[in-house]
């Protein structure tokens, strides 16, 4: 979500919902408070999205008391005017001489033996937090949120929709930009401006992987200069207003690839399209990666599927659930994911194809609808 930008109306009439469910969860995990700094967990809980400063901002969600949020005075009329100041929420501004942590702990109950603290707090606040709080134990609060934030509500759903219906729109216009005699960092500025007009507010990743870089997954964008007959691996994602992210994947040919690139492509697809369709309830994670692995592998080319199929998407790009080897996490409705196998032989070419995907009750949805066969674009 942009500094300036609020939530759709359906999100924001949730989000008080949020903090009285992470009230419960926390009590129901045995601890006594969810210490949450600026990042993808306050903007869940509270839809403020607040600068990460050297400055303390908490959100402070005790187990057996009112939710309060600590912000720098100088930060507090932008709190206040934000949508957090929409909700039933404590905000409290402390002044420059004042000890924020000291403040936190001073209001927490006597008895406070446990607090969570969110994934991402910097380590300098988590030390100052430590002090102030002796012999309190901390862990993480992914602990309380994951489960609540997995879970996608039909209003981020619609969101999410509504992110990979943009980036589907950028895709569509790759023609415009990628052709040979051009380089990467100018085919990846047209794509970012493409990014934003196409409804984002912020552009989070441009990666275009030409020739022998499309072998590199998170290939950063240079100067090699596409030429005909390259694949090409174009991995693009934003955050929209709602403060959703989009994520898709395509490879593209400029001109008539190598034969073997095309049989490589074939291979992948094929993978990829059964994975999309084993999605439903109950399916674990591990089993969904084998889908595609096992069918990659059975090609030949199993040595070069390099990562997990995929990550959990919402108000971050990569959040759980990680569709990975190994987790036996049962898919369940309303969790929302990439499926991006790849194939990539280094130093010649790769591929990946990339869509977000959302657990319904019966199946999947699948939430990038560009054509998934290999787009041949004028060499």
Same mark, same amino acid.
């Given at each position: 979500?942009? /500094?300036?930008?609020?939530?759709?109306? !359906?999100?924001?009439?949730?989000?008080?919902?949020? =903090?009285?469910?992470?009230?419960?969860?926390?009590?129901?995990?045995?601890?006594?408070?969810?210490?949450?700094?600026?990042?993808?967990? =306050?903007?869940y809980l509270t839809a403020y999205h607040a600068l990460p400063l050297e400055r303390l901002t908490c959100l402070v969600v005790?187990?057996?008391?009112?939710?309060?949020? @600590? @912000?720098?005075?100088?930060?507090?009329?932008?709190?206040? !005017?934000? &949508? !957090?100041?929409?909700?039933?929420?404590?905000?409290?501004?402390?002044?420059? #001489?004042?000890?924020?942590?000291?403040?936190?702990? +001073?209001?927490?109950?006597?008895?406070?033996?446990?607090?969570?603290?969110?994934?991402?707090?910097?380590?300098?606040?988590?030390?100052?937090?430590? $002090?102030?709080?002796?012999?309190?134990?901390?862990?993480?609060?992914?602990?309380?949120?994951?489960?609540?934030?997995?879970?996608?509500?039909?209003? /981020?759903? /619609?969101?999410?929709?509504?992110?990979?219906?943009?980036?589907?729109?950028?895709?569509?216009?790759?023609?415009?930009?990628?052709?040979?005699?051009?380089?990467?960092?100018?085919?990846?500025?047209?794509?970012?401006?493409?990014?934003?007009?196409?409804?984002?507010? #912020?552009?989070? *990743? @441009?990666?275009?992987?030409?020739?022998?870089?499309?072998?590199?997954?998170?290939?950063? =964008?240079?100067?090699?200069?596409?030429?005909?007959?390259d694949p090409v691996v174009v991995d693009i994602g934003g955050t929209t207003p709602d403060g959703y992210c989009s994520d898709? $994947?395509? $490879?593209?040919?400029?001109?008539?690839?190598?034969?073997? *690139?095309?049989?490589?492509?074939?291979?992948?697809?094929?993978?990829?399209?059964?994975? #999309?369709?084993?999605?439903?309830?109950?399916?674990? &994670?591990?089993r969904l990666d084998a889908v595609g692995r096992d069918a990659i592998a059975g090609a030949g080319y199993g040595a070069h599927?390099?990562?997990?199929?995929?990550?959990?998407?919402?108000?971050?790009?990569?959040?759980?659930?990680?569709?990975?080897?190994?987790?036996?996490?049962?898919?369940?409705?309303?969790?929302?994911?990439?499926?991006?196998?790849?194939?990539?032989?280094?130093?010649? *070419?790769?591929?990946?194809?990339?869509?977000?995907?959302? @657990?319904?009750?019966? +199946?999947? /949805?699948?939430?990038?609808?560009?054509?998934?066969?290999?787009?041949?674009?004028?060499?």
């Amino acid at each position: 979500m942009s /500094e300036h930008s609020e939530p759709s109306s !359906a999100l924001a009439d949730e989000v008080a919902l949020r =903090l009285a469910r992470a009230r419960e969860a926390t009590a129901a995990a045995g601890i006594d408070a969810l210490l949450v700094s600026p990042g993808a967990d =306050l903007r869940y809980l509270t839809a403020y999205h607040a600068l990460p400063l050297e400055r303390l901002t908490c959100l402070v969600v005790p187990a057996g008391a009112d939710p309060f949020l @600590v @912000v720098p005075a100088l930060e507090e009329p932008a709190a206040r !005017a934000s &949508a !957090a100041g929409g909700l039933d929420l404590e905000i409290t501004g402390w002044d420059e #001489t004042d000890d924020p942590y000291a403040l936190v702990a +001073g209001r927490l109950p006597a008895r406070t033996g446990r607090v969570a603290v969110d994934n991402h707090m910097w380590a300098e606040k988590l030390l100052a937090f430590r $002090t102030a709080l002796p012999g309190v134990e901390q862990v993480l609060a992914s602990d309380v949120l994951r489960e609540l934030r997995m879970r996608k509500s039909p209003a /981020e759903v /619609e969101a999410l929709r509504r992110a990979g219906a943009a980036i589907d729109r950028v895709h569509r216009r790759m023609g415009e930009w990628l052709r040979p005699g051009r380089t990467e960092r100018e085919v990846g500025r047209d794509i970012a401006d493409a990014i934003v007009e196409a409804g984002h507010a #912020t552009v989070d *990743f @441009v990666i275009v992987g030409s020739g022998p870089n499309s072998a590199s997954p998170h290939h950063e =964008l240079s100067e090699r200069v596409v030429r005909a007959g390259d694949p090409v691996v174009v991995d693009i994602g934003g955050t929209t207003p709602d403060g959703y992210c989009s994520d898709s $994947t395509r $490879t593209y040919s400029v001109g008539e690839p190598p034969g073997e *690139f095309r049989e490589l492509y074939a291979v992948l697809e094929r993978a990829q399209a059964a994975q #999309t369709d084993a999605v439903r309830p109950g399916v674990t &994670a591990s089993r969904l990666d084998a889908v595609g692995r096992d069918a990659i592998a059975g090609a030949g080319y199993g040595a070069h599927f390099i990562h997990r199929t995929g990550h959990g998407i919402g108000l971050s790009s990569h959040e759980e659930p990680y569709i990975v080897a190994g987790s036996e996490l049962p898919l369940e409705p309303g969790m929302a994911f990439s499926i991006e196998p790849g194939i990539y032989l280094p130093d010649r *070419f790769g591929a990946r194809i990339e869509d977000i995907v959302v @657990v319904t009750d019966q +199946g999947g /949805e699948r939430l990038n609808l560009t054509a998934r066969e290999l787009t041949v674009l004028p060499g």
